[in-house]
Each structure stands twice: as structure tokens, then as C-alpha cells.
């Protein structure tokens, strides 16, 4: 579409849009309009010099739904911000999120998207990688699109027991295991996508282990092929917006020892229908 209210630029074939133009502290109601039909049509989108507080980097992403709290992840509740995860590393803390993934699969209603800002960056590395799953799904051949188009998948966040306080590790408890379709289909778009991912797809529903394990690993090898993905580099203040329900993403273990800081607000998906 034409865009009046802000400049949008791909980044690359498949899927991610540079936003420039807004105050994403003050953003009207035409621009708002236009920056939600640009996310869905680019999955990904960026923003840069984005100095807002964190009151305002989530009164944003409120308005494109209910505000998430992660079972685990509430390292600014004390402050008033339980919705905040923090996403922090240097040489004494590791990195997270570094392997693909969409967020909080395992629950019943996985996110719609998330809104991640970039506070404190690495002056090179720490990158983030987004990749398509529209186009994972376009690129597999007809006979695996009808065999996957049938199948359920078990997703299980009980990984996260091992950080949680024991009042958490009883929310985790009745939020850590769901079921979604292989195939997902957007509810908006109307398109299909793969929606399994290696962080917390654990089985193939009606499948032997063996068999789940091998379709597992191919399709988890297969969303990583480069033409699938963009790649975004961060600098204080950028912003990035995903769409969880069609992409996957990852941050680079390529600087390990740089501080590095993002600050995380989701937002409350659907369930998913294949």
C-alpha cells in the first residue's frame, strides 16, 4: 500500500520494514492505522531513535491489545512494571534468546507480537535475526505443506522452572504446556505458516518419538535457511516490532563479553486455528 503518515523500507525479501517518520511517543491515529498495516504486511518492523520512557513503550504496544506478563520474566514488577521483561548480558551473564524461537508458545494463547527496545547495545554484534514463516511454509514442497497441514505439536515452557520463585513455578504450572496446529494460519493475513520452534516445540502429537524427533528437526532445520530472514542492527533507542504468530527469531552470539540491554512488552495473541 501507499503510505501518507510515515516512510516505511524493506530490509530484505522476505520479510522486515525500517518505520521512519513517527514519535512512536505521540503517534496519531492515522499513523497508527498505517504502522499496523505495515507490520502485517512486513512482519517485522524497525524503529530508530525512539527515546520514550517505559510508560510510553507500552502504552504503544497496548494499543494493539491486551499487555502480557510472562509467567517468569518480571524483573521490573517491584517498579510498577510487571509486564517489562529485561533481556541483559555481558561477560558475567549470558546471552538468551539465541536460538530461534517465538515467544511463549506454550501457552494457550501465544503472544500476537512483541515490542523490543534496544537501551543499552553492543557498538557491533548482538544483532537480531527475524525469518519468515510464511515463506518457510511457501518454500516446502506440496506433499510435506499437506503432510505438516494435518498435524498438532506439543509446546512445554517448563524450562523456565529453573529461574522461577516458587509462587511463579505455580503460574508456570498451569500456563507451561498447549497443543497448536504445525500449520498455523494468521488470523488477520489469512496466510499459513509453520508454527513449531526449537525453544519450546517438544512433540508431534499421534507421532513415535522417532518419528516426531526426525519431522521435528527437519522443519526446525529448514526455517533456518537464510532466505527466509532479515537481520537488524541495533542501535540505542532502535525499536523493533514482530508479528510471534508468523516469524521466528534470535539474537547473534557473536560479542559476548558487551553489555547488552533490550527491554521486552508482548502483547496477548488468539488461539491458534490451523
Known sequence: MAYAHI??????????????GVDLASVDLAQFDEIRQAFLENQVVFFRDQDISIDEHKAFAARFGELHVHPVLQQLK????????????????PYVAD??????????????GSVLRGRVVPERGGDTMWASMYAAYEGLSDAMQRLLSGL???????????IATEDQ????????????????????????????NSAFTK???????????????????????????????????????????????????????????MERVTIIGDRPAA
Open 7 to 20: 516512510q516505511v523500507e524493506p530490509i530484505a525479501g522476505a520479510l522486515g520494514a525500517e518505520i521512519a
Open 152 to 162: 498438532e505439536a506439543v509446546h512445554d515452557g517448563g524450562g523456565f522452572h529453573a
Open 203 to 261: 512433540s508431534i502429537v499421534g507421532m513415535k518419538p522417532a518419528e516426531s524427533k526426525a519431522l521435528l528437526d527437519f522443519i526446525c532445520g529448514h526455517i533456518e535457511t537464510p532466505d527466509f530472514q532479515c537481520r537488524f542492527r541495533w542501535r540505542t533507542n532502535s525499536i523493533a516490532m514482530w508479528d510471534n504468530r508468523c516469524t521466528q527469531h534470535r539474537v547473534l552470539r557473536d560479542n559476548l563479553a558487551a553489555h547488552r540491554r
Open 78 to 93: 517491584d517498579q510498577g512494571h510487571p509486564e517489562v521483561v529485561v533481556l541483559e548480558s555481558d561477560g558475567k551473564r
Open 169 to 196: 513455578k505455580k503460574d508456570l504450572a498451569s500456563r507451561q504446556t498447549a497443543s497448536h496446529p504445525v500449520i498455523r494460519t494468521h488470523p488477520e493475513s489469512g496466510r499459513k505458516g509453520i508454527y513449531v
Open 99 to 112: 536460538r530461534w524461537h517465538s515467544d511463549v508458545t506454550f501457552e494457550e494463547k501465544p503472544p500476537l
